[in-house]
């Protein structure tokens, strides 16, 4: 996915949604400040303070209104 995509989603409001990724992962993003989004590069932040890299090509969508959970495939 774009970055400009998620930046813009980011700009929209400070609901929360999840990434869901190529590999099935669901990362949740339960506000604004829990990610960072670069040109090449995207960091969750998740429980525990645990940090997820991730490149932009292995997000598949956006799922608005689902952070929750621990990103586990169900």
Do not use: W
Request: charged share 25%; glycine share 8%; aromatic share 4%.
């Amino acid at each position: 996915m774009n970055t400009t995509v998620i930046r813009e989603r980011l700009a929209l409001d400070t609901k929360p949604f999840t990434l869901r990724l190529s590999d099935g992962r669901r990362l949740p993003v339960p506000h604004p400040d829990f990610i960072a989004v670069g040109q090449r590069v995207i960091y969750v932040i998740g429980k525990n303070d645990t940090t997820s890299r991730i490149d932009p090509l292995h997000v598949v969508s956006i799922e608005e209104g689902t952070a929750h959970g621990n990103g586990a495939k169900r």
